[in-house]
Structure formats: C-alpha cells, structure tokens
DNA sequence: CTTATTGTTTCGGTATGCCTAAAAATTATC
DNA sequence: GATAATTTTTAGGCATACCGAAACAATAAG
C-alpha cells in the first residue's frame, strides 16, 4: 500500500478509467484506454501494471481494466476537481462552454485542495457542472441524475435536459449557437421515417422552437423525465 | 533559436536568475541558483547549458549567469503570471498573504494565456500585487517604484511602504499581525544605541504607533520617500 | 480444429530532470 | 608562486513516462 501523491499521469489514467463506467458500463479495455489518453498501447501496459502495484485498479492480464476502493476515490476526487475548475472558469472569468475543458485538465493537477475548496465556496457548492455532469462533494458522494439519452425516448416524452455531453466541442458550439441550453424543456415528437432524425420540440427561454436532430445530437442530451419516477441515486462516500 | 515551450524547469530557472536580479545587480551564479532552486550545483551546471543551448542565459563556464533578451522576456511573463495569480488568491479567493506563494509557484506553469489575461481583466489590470511588487504589463513594460529599503533611512525620514519583502513567510504573518500593511505611512526616529533596531513610526489606518524594527524586518519593508523625487522608471517592453 | 486477425504485453530505447561522487578550474592563503 | 580551499563542471546513475517493434494470447474465420 503506497500512500505517496500520485503523479499527474497516474490521476489522468484514473479518472479516464472512472469516466468511460461513468454513462454506460461496459469496462475498459487496454486499447480503449490508450486511445482516450492519446498515448500507445505499450505505455498502458505499463502504467496499469503501476497502477495496480499502487492498489489503484484491479487487473489480470488480457482482461479489462477495473478501479479498486482506493482508485474509485481517487477518480472521485479528480472529477470533483475538474467540474469545479470548469464551473468556475464559466461562472467567473467568462469562459465559454467549449473553451473551459483543456485548461481543467491542466489545472486539475495543480491546484491545491485548498484552493478547490475556496472555489466551491466561492461558488456555493454547486451540484452540477456548465454541461450538467454532477460534481462530487468533498466526502466523495455523487448525486447522478435519473436521466436517458434523447435518442432513447420514445414520441410523446417531455423532460428537461439536466446533462450535455462534453465529448465533441463541435457539438456544443452547435448547441450553444442554436441556443439549446440546460435545463431547457423539451418534447420528443418522432423520428422521420426510415430511422431519419429524431424530431423534438425545445423551448429554453422563449417560445418552443422545433429541431431535427441528427442521432449524434441527440445521443449526447440526457434527460430528465417529469413524468417517471423523479429521483436521484445518491453514491455513498 | 528553440520556439518549443519551455518546461515549467526551465521557466522556473530564469524566474529565479531574474528574481535575483530585481531588487540588486550583483548577477547570480550557479551556487546561489542552486540553493534558491533546491537543487544540487550539478543539476544547475547541466540545465544553464541546455538555457544556454535555447538562448535564454549568457554564460561562460566558472562565471556568473545572465539573462539575454529572450530569457529576461521568458522571465517577465512567469512574474507577470505570479504575481497576478497571487493578487487573484488574495483578491478572489480570501488567501491570506502568506499562503498565496506555493499555490501560485504550481499555478503559474500550468495556466494558459486566456486565463491570465481573463483574470487580469477581472482584477482591473492591476500594477501591484499584495506584497506590492510591481506587475509587468502584458507587453512586457514594468513599473518599477522608487522606493528604497528602510534600513537604508536616516532617521527623519518620511514615506509610505510601497513593497514588503515575501522572501520570509513568517515575517509576512509577524507583519499582518502588527497590522503593518502596504501603503501605510511611516517615519523614520532613528537607531537604538549602538546599532540596535530601528526605531520608526507606522501609522496603519488608525493612530500611529512606534515600533522597534529588527534588521531584517525593516530591510524587507520598502520606502517611497514623499519628499525625494517623486518617480517610477519604466522598463520598456 | 487449425489458421488468421486482433488485442495485449514485453523488450530495448529516448528524453527530462534530478542525484552523488570525482575531476577540473578558480580563488584564497601562506 | 605554490599549495590549500572553494566553486563549478563532468561522469555515471536513477525515476518517470513515453515510443516502436517483436513476442505472445485470445478470439474469429475458414
């Protein structure tokens, strides 16, 4: 059991462990792993083998790659880190939407817990992130909204969309320039036919405007149904 | 010519060639930067060749170490960037002055351009930080006090404090809790016998209040003096 | 069931930045 | 001006984290 800090690696290949479980949860595999970081199959290898030296991920070989206790707890806290430096670029100094993800992965590693913590207070202790992503409390318990892809809705659903996924920039310039915001009402009207584009009313602010949504679009907004059992799962410390 | 971007060591190096530099002439040489740095003599020998390699210091083995244009631009830039995040923790976040250092030592290598100039923005642009060192403009042009330390003062001698030294934190933590603060009025009485304190009087806000001064303290408090030439140099860009 | 194909790991190698110990140059002392 | 003391540089090593190429498993295809 090492109780050293962990390198500003070994807290990125944590946190991209905990990420790809977090929204579905098929568990990563070496390759997968190595794509999401951007570095080559070989350095994974490697650095799993670390990891699990550290007691950070469970690991037999040429078998997908699991977080202990202890590596859970340490993505939590990234996360946690990263939704509160990306908040408080927006809500702060101006940031847009689409600019606050690059410098939150650099600063996540910098900062000290001190100054995470005065930026939450600073902001109030916010429970979601600019694109709806809960954050973390500092004790390590996660409210996760009871929330479905729009593509996964059928017609006559109506919800609000809680959550927009920060995968693409592309996409969110998209939405933010056509005003599709969080918290937004909408309605799922149809598909055109022949599994064309999925038709949807969304009314964020103003009058309800109608959208064809490609399926890329639609897949990364989750939403939040009014009608179905309206809940949040909370996940202990 | 090397254009790649310095490592956060690299960066960390000419800060401290510069820094040695600022408040004297006397240029550094590879023992000083070593124990500023904490490191060993040799790390500093194998790193100023590679400075050197990249045209950021003038060198030539067994002598002192200088800055060329490039490095004291570098160099410029990471106080620039120190000394804002600095303001920013004190002005933003509710730092205390001693705490701000270490936070903004990790700070100032991992933030982009965009976050500096958000926060210069929201902070008015300011020309000092908390400590009252001068802040480099973005073009690079530094506003320099005249300002002198008060040990140096004969006694009559009348001015504000216009810098303190954050060389030592626990004289910072001595100095906020006497409530001996940036910009207070001062007079110089004179010395205890025999090359005792200085013997000044502060007068912080409220009623002046006399104060017997160790050497050191009052060498890490700088005076501008009311009745001298009242100027600030600028160094161009 | 045997051979491709794909996925994963191991094996040298590279770059950074630090270290200690030994060698070389400079400065101080006699 | 020669020797002693100090400063500085070189030489050989260590840790981290990456790479490409080759070896090795596991799965898919015939």
């Known amino acids: 059991m090492k109780t050293s800090t962990p390198s500003s690696s070994i807290e990125d290949y944590v946190k991209v ?45 040429y078998s997908a790659i699991t977080l202990t206790g202890d590596g859970v707890r340490l993505a939590v806290s990234m996360v946690r880190r990263h939704r509160l430096i990306e908040t408080f670029l927006v809500q702060e100094l101006g940031y847009r939407w689409d600019e ?31 694109h709806g992503d809960p954050i973390p409390a500092a004790d390590g318990s996660v409210q996760v909204p009871a929330a479905h892809r729009m593509n996964e809705l059928d017609a006559g659903h109506t919800g609000r969309i809680t959550r927009i996924s920060d995968e693409n920039p592309e996409l969110l310039r ?64």
Chains 1, 2 share one sequence.
């Open 17 to 61: 462990i905990y990420s790809f479980t977090e929204w579905q949860d098929k568990p990563i595999t070496s390759t997968r792993l190595a794509q999401r970081l951007g570095v080559a199959n070989s350095s994974v290898s490697e650095m799993v083998r670390k990891l699990k030296d550290q007691g950070l991920v469970d690991h037999k070989p």
């Open 174 to 237: 998209y939405l933010a320039a056509e005003e599709i915001d969080l918290d937004a009402e909408v309605e799922v009207l149809g598909r055109r036919p022949f599994g064309g584009p999925l038709v949807v009313r969304i009314g964020s602010g103003g009058t309800p405007r109608e959208f064809d949504l490609a399926e890329e679009v639609a897949s990364a907004l989750w939403v939040h149904s009014e009608d179905a059992h309206a809940g949040c799962s909370v996940t202990g410390p």
């Open 100 to 130: 606050v993800h690059d410098e939150a992965e650099l600063l996540e590693h910098a900062v000290s817990d001190t100054f995470i913590e005065r930026m939450a207070a600073k902001l109030g202790n916010p429970l979601r992130d600019p």
